[in-house]
C-alpha cells in the first residue's frame, strides 16, 4: 500500500504548483466529457459531479464521505448542493489547503475507515485514490484481493443497506505487462520503461486487473449497479492538466526552482516530474492502462 510519505511525494510537494496551475479546490482525477472535447476542463468537471450526484443521492440533508479528497473539489460541490461532506487524504498539504477553505478534511487513512471514524453516511465517494491501495509488494505477496475485500467491508460498514459508493478508479489494461518487466532500465518509451515512470510519479501504488477483480472483491457486500470506461476522458484530462501545469508564469517558475535540491538529489524525482514525457497519459493511449467509474450499491 502506498504510504503517507509515498502521497506526500505526489501530492504534497506539487501541492502550491498544482493549487496554481488548476486552482484551489482543484479536482485531480479524470473529468467527464462523454465524447465532447469541445467541454473545458471545468464544465467536464462539473459534469462529472453532477453524474457522481445523480448515482449516488448528493442533496439537502445527505450526508456524504470522500475517500481520498484531494483539493476538495467534490467536497466544494457537496457543500454547494446543501449536503454534508466529510473527507479524509493522507496528504497533509491537501487537507491543511481543504481546511483554508472550510472543508470538513481529516489526514487519515481512507483503508482504516470504520463507524467509530466519522459515523454511518448516507454514501460513499472516491475517485483516483484506490489506485493507492495496494503496493507492489503487496501485489507480489499475493495480498491485492484481500486488501480491496477488507477496504469492501469498512465502507459497507458505514453504509445503511442499499447505501452507494461511488468508486472511479485506473485499472491495468488489456496490454498490461508483467510486473517483473518493468524497469527505469529498459528501453525509453517501450512499455516496461513508462510504467516503470509511473511508479516513479506513484510511488507504493499498484492497480487492479480490470474493473472485473473490483467487482469480485466488492461482492457480496456491493452489487454493481453501472460500469463506464473513462480512457479516452482521462487521455483528454491530462492533455488539459499539462497544458496548463506546462503554461509560463513567473509565481510557477519560483515554485519550481524550489523543487531543485529535490531533483538535484533525487533520481526518481527527476524521473517522476522532469522526464519530459507524461507517463500516465501514454499508458492510456497504449491501453496499459483503462479507467473506470463505478456505481456500487450495498446488498440489503
Ligand atoms: C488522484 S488524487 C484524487 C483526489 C480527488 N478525489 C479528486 O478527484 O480530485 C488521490 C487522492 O487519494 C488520496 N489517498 C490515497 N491513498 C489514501 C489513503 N490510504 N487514505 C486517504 N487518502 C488516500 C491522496 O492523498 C489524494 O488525495
Not at 45 to 60: F, L, N, S, T, W
Not at 210 to 220: D, L, M, S, Y
Request: aromatic content about 10%; hydrophobic content about 40%.
Amino acid at each position: 500500500m502506498a504510504e503517507r510519505k509515498d502521497l506526500d511525494f505526489t501530492y504534497s510537494l506539487t501541492d502550491r504548483l498544482v493549487r496554481l496551475s488548476l486552482g484551489e479546490l482543484a479536482d485531480f482525477s479524470a473529468a467527464k466529457y462523454d465524447g465532447d472535447f469541445s467541454l473545458s476542463l471545468e464544465e467536464a468537471q462539473r459534469h462529472k459531479h453532477d453524474y457522481v450526484a445523480e448515482q449516488i443521492g448528493i442533496e439537502p440533508g445527505r450526508h456524504v464521505l470522500d475517500l481520498g479528497c484531494g483539493w476538495g473539489g467534490l467536497l466544494n460541490y457537496i457543500r454547494d448542493r446543501g449536503a454534508t461532506g466529510v473527507g479524509v487524504t493522507l496528504s497533509s498539504a491537501q487537507a491543511a489547503a481543504c481546511r483554508r477553505h472550510g472543508l470538513d478534511v481529516h489526514t487519515y487513512d481512507a483503508r482504516r475507515v470504520a463507524r467509530e471514524s466519522f459515523g454511518g453516511v448516507d454514501a460513499v465517494a472516491s475517485l483516483g485514490a484506490f489506485e493507492h491501495f495496494c503496493s507492489p509488494e503487496d501485489y507480489a505477496a499475493g495480498r491485492q484481493e484481500e486488501i480491496y475485500r477488507e477496504i469492501f467491508e469498512r465502507v459497507a460498514s458505514v453504509l445503511p443497506a442499499r447505501g452507494r459508493f461511488y468508486l472511479q478508479t485506473m485499472v491495468f489494461g488489456r496490454n498490461m505487462i508483467p510486473l517483473e518487466q518493468i524497469s527505469t532500465r529498459a528501453p525509453r518509451n517501450s512499455d516496461a520503461w513508462i510504467l516503470a515512470l509511473m511508479g516513479c510519479q506513484f510511488p507504493g501504488s499498484w492497480l487492479p486487473f480490470g474493473h472485473e477483480q473490483i467487482v469480485r472483491c466488492a461482492e457480496p457486500r456491493f452489487r454493481l449497479v453501472s460500469s463506464i470506461s473513462g480512457r479516452l476522458d482521462y487521455i483528454e484530462t491530462i492533455t488539459q492538466w499539462n497544458r496548463r501545469i506546462g503554461a509560463p508564469s513567473l509565481r510557477k517558475t519560483l515554485l519550481k526552482l524550489q523543487l531543485l535540491p529535490r531533483w538535484l538529489t533525487s533520481a526518481d524525482f527527476r524521473l517522476a516530474f522532469t522526464s519530459g514525457v507524461s507517463a500516465n497519459k501514454v499508458c492510456f493511449e497504449r491501453e496499459l492502462l483503462d479507467h473506470y467509474r463505478l456505481v456500487l450499491e450495498k446488498a440489503p
